[in-house]
């Protein structure tokens, strides 16, 4: 009798604990590639500062992003000289990924601007 009760909170909580992994994910990879999106934009800004050229400034940001385990997605450079970056990485996923109205959840992309100034 006891045996049954413990067993059914035992797979509860296993249950409840891969629903928080499976879902926190892609939150936890949001948080965590944050700083990475912003130092990428900051050294893309910092090198284009110095040489106006957007290809040196691409390269750094893209060594940034691989130094984070993400890809650069999107760079530009606006009128006004500001640096744009979209980085991306996929959160890691054992089930919802799998399917594809969830699997968007877990491409989680994170965009930062800096200024050239």
């Known amino acids: 009798m ?18 928080v992994i499976e879902l926190g994910s892609p939150l936890w990879t949001r948080v965590s590639l944050d700083g990475p999106s912003h ?3 900051n050294d893309a800004a910092q090198v284009y500062g ?8 691409r390269q750094a940001a893209v060594k940034d992003a691989q130094d984070a385990g993400a890809r650069l997605e999107d760079f530009s450079v606006d009128g006004q000289g500001r640096i744009h970056v979209t980085l991306l990485k996929r959160a890691k996923s054992y089930l919802l990924y799998k399917f ?10 994170v965009s930062a601007s800096a200024s050239t100034s």
Do not use: C, E
């Open 39 to 41: 130092d990428a934009a």
């Open 50 to 57: 110095q040489g106006h050229d957007p290809d040196r400034a």
């Open 2 to 19: 006891i045996s049954g009760w413990l067993l059914k909170i035992a797979a509860v909580i296993a249950i409840l604990g891969f629903a």
């Open 100 to 109: 594809s109205q969830t699997r968007h959840w877990y491409d989680v992309r």
